[in-house]
């Protein structure tokens, strides 16, 4: 498979240093329902790791786990060459740092004084000055909390995280809820980070987000991993570009699909089909003349590159933003 060349670069660099989380056979059950099903996983510094997967997947139990909020029944959890629970945890706790889907601040304070709350929490760290401009939050900074926009409180919660100048920044589907111009605001300070040699790990339901961000995702569901590569690996491992779907009025079986030049898979979607195929220039005039020979008709046709929902469904059988 061929990367593109931001892609080749992004991985010489991220292969070249060392891990900054590696998990062990990490396992949490809760009664008959296995979380976390032993998960081996190795983030390395200065890279962008996804978690993706369907809610319920097991990725917030495992997070919390390499956060330290939750204590894995089996495994070992390392962070930047430390073992939670060894006499450390302090010295883990001032080196990452965490931001929630929704984080609740204090709606009476202005920015720069929620800001300034937080600094006051670490010993070390980046001045409020330097934090507000992490934000972009300069205009704002004078603003009471409960007047600011859904996009800007996320900035802002992003900004509280990072004013330790942690080495690891967990984001929980940081742009869930978020207008697509609040949302590229979010992805340029997190994009930020990473420049500055930061490590994060993601997780999210945007495949866009992941694709952007993410230099490896891994896949995840019933607690354990169906794959972890680059976007474009696992994408490729399709061994499809392109998919058509479409609804059809007449005879046209699925074997007929099948046998068209091009498609490498063949599924059912409520009353159409799915084609996952090599090449739309191929395979869509194929099939439109498949439909006028058997004397059927198209009532829908969509044409798209194949995404990371699509590894996913392939994979698991199911939809990345299922709720279980």
């Known amino acids: 498979m061929t990367l593109n060349k931001k892609e080749e670069i992004s991985r010489k660099q991220v292969e070249s240093n060392p891990?900054?989380?590696?998990?062990?056979?990490?396992?949490?059950?809760?009664?008959e329902v296995r979380a976390v099903d032993g998960v081996d996983l190795e983030v390395r510094k200065g890279e962008c790791?996804?978690?993706?997967?369907?809610?319920?997947?097991?990725?917030?139990?495992?997070?919390?786990?390499?956060?330290?909020?939750?204590?894995?029944?089996?495994?070992?959890?390392?962070?930047?060459?430390?073992?939670?629970?060894?006499?450390?945890?302090?010295?883990?706790?001032?080196?990452?740092?965490?931001?929630?889907?929704?984080?609740?601040?204090?709606?009476?304070?202005?920015?720069e004084e929620t800001i300034r709350l937080f600094r006051s929490f670490f010993s070390r760290g980046h001045s409020v000055e330097e934090v507000i401009i992490l934000g972009d939050l300069e205009e704002k900074r004078r603003e009471r909390v409960h007047k600011l926009s859904g996009g800007t409180k996320q900035r802002l919660a992003l900004a509280c995280a990072l004013v330790?100048?942690?080495?690891?920044?967990f984001l929980d589907e940081p742009t869930t809820g978020l207008d697509p111009q609040a949302r590229a605001k979010v992805w340029d300070a997190i994009e930020g980070f990473k420049l500055r040699g930061g490590t994060v790990v993601l997780t999210t339901h945007y495949m866009e987000e992941a694709a952007r961000l993410c230099e490896r995702v891994a896949i995840m569901d019933h607690g354990r991993f169906f794959a972890i590569g680059t976007p474009a690996e696992l994408v490729a491992s399709l061994g499809a570009r392109d998919i058509i779907e479409f609804n059809v009025h007449g005879n046209l079986e699925a074997d007929i699909l099948k046998d068209l030049p091009g498609v490498k898979a063949v599924e059912r979607k409520n009353e159409g089909y799915i084609l996952k195929v090599l090449s739309l220039d191929v395979s869509l005039p194929a099939l439109l003349s498949?439909?006028?020979?058997?004397?059927?008709?198209?009532?829908?046709?969509?044409?798209?590159?194949?995404?990371?929902?699509?590894?996913?469904?392939?994979?698991?059988g199911g939809s990345l933003s299922d709720e279980r």
């Open 49 to 111: 790791f996804g978690l993706l997967g369907p809610n319920g997947a097991g990725k917030t139990t495992l997070v919390e786990i390499i956060e330290g909020l939750t204590k894995p029944d089996a495994g070992s959890v390392e962070i930047l060459g430390y073992f939670w629970g060894t006499g450390n945890d302090h010295a883990i706790r001032e080196r990452i740092a965490v931001q929630l889907q929704e984080t609740q601040l204090a709606d009476k304070l202005t920015v």
């Open 19 to 31: 891990s900054a989380i590696v998990c062990s056979g990490v396992r949490k059950y809760f009664q």
């Open 164 to 169: 330790s100048d942690p080495e690891i920044l």
């Open 290 to 316: 498949a439909v006028e020979q058997h004397q059927a008709k198209i009532g829908h046709l969509l044409t798209r590159q194949a995404t990371l929902e699509d590894v996913f469904m392939s994979m698991a």
